[in-house]
């Protein structure tokens, strides 16, 4: 069949929104994907007067669809900044607005910074919050689509509040303070429904890495282990040696570290990536190898090449039975409590309980289950009658103490907005952008601290949301997560059913819903680090149309044996781009996790300069909302003292 054909039977030229929406304009991102290398000017032409898309009432970013997490309009000043090719905004606009304090990022943590501030600063503070996207929340991303008349609600980013229990009291205080009580998900999260409907996980193996297109059940234990019970794993396409060894993998109590001491056994795993492991101690077959390499991506976005036996071992990976080791005094969190405290946005509900509290007139409400349904007024994010102000499509390229930093009594911020820089002052500042940049925004920081701050190399990965018709297919394979070893996209699940205030999850398999496709780009055999730059790269040069024949393929491919036709049953496509995603955490198998924390690169990178703070989950080396959360309070801190 011909590439036309083929994408004719995928529906390629089928109706979805396909386009995204900048500013007011359309753009053809699915098809023409910025050259990395052009500046702002020449992208989008001479700035707009005056540029104040947010005040068109049919400004909505949640309900576009089509290329979005760091879409296009949000990183082009970022990058010329980074290229040296700033000269474009030399010439700032000096507004003349002064405010107590200015929040470069208005993620989960420069949010949570302003509240912190006006708590301790008073009521009447004023604060302005500057962000590149044209949505607010950071990584903490609404997705929206309309099903009828309906609307169904998805996660571009952040996902869940994860093991709370663990949660500092700042950040949970905070939670609690915005009304979040998070014992109701326990009502609001079905954990029955799937089980009552007799879906389970399963494995798809594709034909380009398993010789066959195969769709098999399986019962993962854990987050992300995987187990196959006897009957099924004949049928994995792998070799007869494979499947012998993958069934002693999982069953045998062999200690393959015989003579080592529990503690020079942790030692040696520590240091062994799980790949190794699987092929050099408990020597398996290659094939399985193949069968376990992107399971670890959902939390590492790097393969068992790359991630530590030991985290394996934590995480309930198979192999570990008969090694006698110590008990792990880092239990995963996840293990004590259960994953389900989701609202149906993910923890872009956090950004907008947040955004609720502090701008007023911009979302209805008093409760966590009718932020759920409640619908943003943009134009109200920035208003001068309001003492604190969001100021969205807006990047920092400059933070400057007006004098010595160690007497200044204002910083100036210089930010570039529709093409044209604009200077406002600030009695304080917390960068709560992302580590990478803020040499950048201040070059008079110590070669120390810019080190320190560039070692975070944030860690990609793609959050794609695609609207079907019906579940039927899904019913009717038994299956609601499908992990996919060797495809495009690693996991594919159906949304999590949760019901809250007004929304209800799409119980009947005749129902629209949405499908969570994750994708980590990243090059196996290098270090993580590599990795992660190497995946950013790729994620630069995808353009919309690519990810979407991949969605359709794949999709197609995995659920054709119960009736999925991705031409006739997917209805909107929303791809959340991260290529600066998770915060990098260390990776043990690469860096030393012993060293003192006063010389871990975060701990450097965070110091404040003067006027100027860093909050941001960069600051802590952590890829989660409440350590976003925790850097904000701690940065506020450092303003406000102890
Ligand atoms: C896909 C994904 C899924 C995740 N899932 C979970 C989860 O389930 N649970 C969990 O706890 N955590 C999760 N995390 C991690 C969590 O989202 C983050 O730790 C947290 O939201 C980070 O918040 P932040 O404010 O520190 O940073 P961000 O959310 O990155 O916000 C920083 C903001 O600053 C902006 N910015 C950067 N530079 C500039 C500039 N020069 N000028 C203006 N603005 C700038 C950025 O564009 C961004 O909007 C996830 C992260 C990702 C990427």
Known sequence: MSGKDQDRELGMGQEITRRDF??????????????????????????QSPFAPEKDPSYYPPAKSG??????????????????????????????????LVVVGAGISGLAAAYFYRKFAGQQSKILILDN?????????????????????????????????????????????????????????????????HMAEAVFFDKETFGADRLVPQQGLHYFGLNFAMENVSQIPIAEAARMDLLRLQHARVDYMPGLTPEQKNSKLIKTSYKDFLLQYVKVHADVVKVFQSSTHDLYAVGIDAVSAYDCAREGFPGFKGMSLPRSHEQNPEQDEPYIFHFPDGNASIARMLVRSLVPGVLPGDTMEDIVTARANYARLDDASSPIRIRL????????????????????VTYVRGGQAHRIRGANCILACYNMIIPYLCPEISDKQKEALAYCVKIPLVYTNVQISNWKAFQKLGVSAIY?????????TLDFPVSMGDYHYPRSPDESCLLHLLRTPCEPGLNCR???????????????????RQVRDQLGRTLSAGGFDPARDIQAITVNRWPHGYAYEYNRLFEPLDQPASERPCVIGRQPFGRIKIANSDADGHAYTNTAIDQGFRAVREIVGA
């Open 22 to 47: 900048l500013n007011g304009m359309s753009i053809a991102v699915g098809t023409s994907l910025v050259a990395a290398n052009s500046t702002w000017l020449e992208v989008f032409g001479a700035p």
């Open 67 to 100: 290329l979005r997490g760091s879409h296009d309009g949000s990183w082009e000043v970022a990058h010329d900044l980074r290229d040296g090719k700033d000269k474009a905004w030399a010439e700032p606009v000096n507004d003349g607005e002064s405010y107590d």
């Open 133 to 197: 996207h044209d949505d607010f929340g950071g990584h903490a991303k609404r997705n929206e689509f309309q099903a009828g008349k309906s609307v169904l609600l998805g996660y571009g980013g952040t996902q869940s509040i994860e093991a709370p229990g663990n949660y500092s009291k700042e950040a949970i205080g905070l939670l609690r303070e915005l009304g979040i009580d998070v014992r109701r998900f326990y009502k609001y999260y079905d954990q029955k429904l799937f089980d009552s409907m």
């Open 393 to 412: 499509n807006s990047t920092a390229v400059r933070a400057r103490h007006m004098g010595d930093p160690a007497n200044a009594k204002q910083v100036e």
């Open 484 to 492: 996919a070893p060797g495809a495009y996209f690693s996991n594919v």
């Open 530 to 548: 590599d990795q992660y730059r190497a995946g950013r790269w790729e994620l630069i040069n995808t353009k919309f149309e690519s990810f979407e």
